[in-house]
């Protein structure tokens, strides 16, 4: 092969391979392009949907902590005995049994909110057993006599939640 077949056959290749080369970029913008609409578009017809299920999630959370907090919950579940231990395992059991209800919500809030709201709920159950423990109670009327007054002097631990999940709400306009 001589040099001037060579020459003529780089001249043709070249511009060949630049002309591939840019047609190729081209295609990869422009796939790329249309992959961003199509997730812009897929984003902004859910994005309705999804601050809808946040809303109601946490609703639900905080009708939860409303019926969790014990000035409602006492008022609420009378004693089935007069027995205190278990009057306390049965509003313990009534606590357990409305987290479990809503245990799929966390799905929908944040990390540090979920965080919250189980702290409240082990806190007011907390506070259930530590004023069975007192033994000046002896029954179950009595339990729940002496946990509403202690509420008038501190809050429960359900507000400071309800307080969190208002600023996260806010937060969402």
């Given at each position: 092969?001589?040099?001037?077949?060579?020459?003529?056959?780089?001249s043709?290749?070249?511009?060949?391979?630049?002309?591939?080369f840019?047609?190729?970029?081209?295609?990869?913008?422009?796939?790329?392009?249309?992959?961003?609409?199509?997730?812009?578009l897929?984003?902004?017809?859910t994005?309705?949907?999804?601050?809808?299920?946040?809303?109601?999630?946490?609703?639900?959370?905080?009708?939860?902590?409303?019926?969790?907090?014990?000035?409602?919950?006492?008022?609420?579940?009378?004693?089935?005995?007069?027995?205190?231990?278990?009057y306390?395992?049965?509003?313990?059991?009534?606590?357990?049994?409305?987290?479990e209800?809503?245990?799929?919500q966390?799905?929908?809030?944040?990390?540090?909110?979920?965080?919250?709201?189980?702290?409240?709920?082990?806190?007011?159950?907390?506070?259930?057993?530590?004023?069975t423990?007192?033994?000046?109670?002896?029954d179950?009327?009595?339990?729940?006599?002496?946990?509403?007054?202690?509420?008038?002097?501190?809050?429960?631990?359900s507000?400071a939640?309800?307080?969190?999940?208002?600023?996260?709400?806010?937060?969402?306009?």
């Open positions: 092969m001589d040099t001037t077949r060579i020459i003529e056959l780089v043709y290749t070249l511009p060949t391979l630049i002309m591939a840019v047609a190729y970029n081209f295609f990869e913008l422009y796939t790329k392009n249309e992959n961003e609409k199509r997730k812009y897929l984003q902004k017809d994005k309705p949907d999804a601050l809808s299920l946040r809303l109601q999630a946490y609703e639900r959370m905080t009708l939860f902590l409303e019926r969790i907090n014990p000035s409602q919950l006492l008022v609420r579940i009378t004693p089935i005995s007069e027995n205190k231990i278990d306390q395992n049965f509003v313990i059991a009534q606590i357990e049994q409305e987290f209800h809503n245990l799929t966390q799905i929908y809030i944040s990390d540090e909110c979920w965080s919250i709201i189980m702290t409240a709920k082990n806190a007011t159950i907390q506070t259930i057993l530590l004023a423990q007192n033994e000046k109670i002896s179950a009327n009595q339990l729940r006599e002496n946990m509403l007054k202690d509420l008038f002097d501190k809050p429960s631990p507000n939640a309800l307080l969190f999940i208002k600023n996260e709400v806010s937060q969402l306009w």
